[in-house]
């Protein structure tokens, strides 16, 4: 496996994979991997000639008085669990070369960005596009793997590949969930004990969800009123969203039909929380 830490070097090396026929998959992270991120590596294996993933905790991406500090890193952790899962290239960009003095550009994807965590995190979703748009132009790969654990970053991404014709497949892999439910996330480290058994009212939101929809439940108020009381049991959480929206648009609906996502965000402790599901007739969240 090889790490490059040059934006010169990733770029040549991918040309020369090109150049040479093999297809390359990228799996854009921000380090502490856990097995959300090596599952994605697993598609992204089976799909590619060559896997590459990129780590870089991403200034732009957070705002002031979020935790870009305080992030948790583990390099050579990272190195050791993307080696056996069989990646090809581990890309880690100094920040400097990805921002250099001067920088001004910006990648903005409108109306998708208003709603869910674009609406407590306003610099988010720019930050994200602007980097994934970076990296895609790096890296050169011909297909980008994302989780669906974070659904709005995922639909944000592939609207901006369309819109700006970028000729990526993007794939969006299932959450990959703690046995006791809990998504799988580099911020779960940041739980103590109380708050990690806090933090199960999130998958308890979607299954009560899930359980009221097949009971013939179809009013948003009804089913974001019981998921409040469930969270709201919980010590230490503070609800910041829980909308049930279009899986397409993310605007909200007024009764839920064929396929309505169900996304939030809980705050438990100082740990922002986000979980989600498609609610559909006869398929378990
Ligand atoms: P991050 O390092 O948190 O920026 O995440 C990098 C990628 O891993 C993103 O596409 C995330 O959606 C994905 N990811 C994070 N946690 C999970 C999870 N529990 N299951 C599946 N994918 C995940």
Request: charge should be negative.
């Amino acid at each position: 496996m090889q790490v490059i830490k040059s934006i010169d070097q990733m770029q040549e090396t991918s040309d020369l994979l090109r150049m040479k026929g093999k297809t390359i998959a990228l799996v854009p992270t921000m380090g502490f991997l856990h097995e959300g991120h090596l599952e994605l590596m697993r598609v992204g294996k089976r799909h590619a000639d060559q896997l590459i993933i990129s780590i870089f905790v991403n200034p732009r991406q957070f705002g002031p008085s979020e935790d870009f500090d305080d992030y948790p890193r583990n390099f050579e952790g990272d190195l050791e669990k993307a080696g056996r899962a069989g990646v090809d290239i581990v890309f880690v960009p100094p920040a400097e070369e990805m921002y250099p003095f001067g920088f001004q550009t910006s990648v903005l994807v409108k109306d998708l960005a208003d709603h869910l965590c674009g609406l407590t995190r306003p610099a988010f979703f720019g930050g994200v596009t602007t980097v994934v748009s970076k990296l895609f132009n790096i890296v050169r790969p011909h297909m980008a793997i994302f989780g669906q654990k974070d659904y709005q970053q995922l639909t944000i991404v592939t609207r901006m590949v369309m819109d700006l014709n970028m000729d990526i497949r993007i794939f969006g892999v299932p959450t990959v969930r703690e046995p006791d439910g809990l998504a799988m996330s580099s911020r779960n480290g940041y739980l103590d004990p109380d708050e990690r058994i806090s933090a199960l009212c999130l998958k308890k939101s979607l299954d009560l969800a899930g359980e009221m929809f097949a009971s013939g439940e179809r009013t948003p108020k009804a089913i974001i009123g019981a998921i409040a009381a469930c969270i709201e049991e919980h010590p230490f959480t503070r609800i910041d969203y829980v909308n049930l929206c279009d899986p397409v648009t993310l605007e909200d609906v007024d009764v839920l039909g064929e396929e309505t996502l169900l996304a939030l965000a809980v705050w438990v402790g100082k740990t922002r929380l986000i979980d989600n599901c498609l609610i559909r007739e006869n398929i378990p969240c």
